[in-house]
């Protein structure tokens, strides 16, 4: 949807390596998230981008971090990976207007061992 | 803070139609959203009301909005085993100096042939 490409598909790692998570974009939009989906949790913002270089915490960003150096890409980085973080990862962008909805990627499964 | 709730399950039989209920506290909400999530994907915007519409009809979807009661409603007629899936209820809050989407957790909606 809205030209958005998540790599990996699928990820398989152990405790404590470091994971980078990238998210492309062909729309040009303005914003940019990260969230993750856990059951019963529903998505959870992690961190999000509302500009080249403009980044910004979401409500459980510990332990993660995103860098957006060009318009079309916003990576995300789990420094040092724990089990906690396996996850569904999604992300998503939008122009940052008013009734402008979000656009999902297909998702990132990560399993950290 | 802004919170959106949606009960986590539903299940109904194929033909019967589906309700999914959502509440939100935010009362300043302008756009609300109902995305659809199908294995393995993204979220897909599915429809969208504004919050100055009491109603929205759009083929076997309805969506309800009781703005006094920050209760909004996705009524699916005629359900089919497709629809099978989770539904999520979404929020926009924000002004020209910024919107975002605040979603709730997901109501996963079971169909039974």
């Known amino acids: 949807d809205a030209g958005i490409t998540q790599s990996p598909r699928h990820k398989v790692t152990e405790t404590g390596t470091p994971v980078t998570l990238r998210c492309h974009q062909t729309?040009?939009?303005?914003?940019m998230y990260w969230y993750r989906q856990d059951p019963g949790h529903g998505l959870r913002l992690i961190h999000y981008s509302y500009g080249v270089k403009d980044t910004d915490k979401g409500e459980v960003s510990d332990g993660y971090s995103v860098s957006r150096s060009k318009t079309e890409d916003f990576l995300l980085t789990l420094e040092s990976a724990t089990s906690s973080q396996t996850s569904v990862y999604f992300c998503a962008t939008t122009t940052g207007d008013s009734n402008q909805p979000q656009h999902f990627g297909d998702g990132t499964r990560l399993s950290i061992l | 803070g802004e919170d959106v709730e949606q009960s986590l399950f539903l299940s109904v039989r194929e033909g019967d139609s589906s309700v999914i209920n959502c509440t939100y506290t935010d009362s300043s909400s302008t756009y609300l959203y109902w995305y659809k999530q199908e294995p393995g994907a993204g979220l897909q915007l599915l429809t969208y009301i504004f919050s100055n519409m009491d109603m929205k009809q759009d083929q076997r979807l309805t969506v309800l909005l009781n703005k006094k009661d920050k209760h909004l409603s996705l009524r699916i007629a005629d359900t089919q085993t497709g629809d099978s899936a989770i539904y999520f209820c979404?929020?926009?809050?924000?002004?020209?100096?910024?919107?975002?989407?605040?979603f709730g957790a997901g109501t996963r909606l079971f169909v039974k042939a």
């Open positions: 979404a929020v926009e809050v924000g002004d020209t100096g910024g919107f975002k989407t605040i």
């Open positions: 729309e040009n939009h303005r914003y």
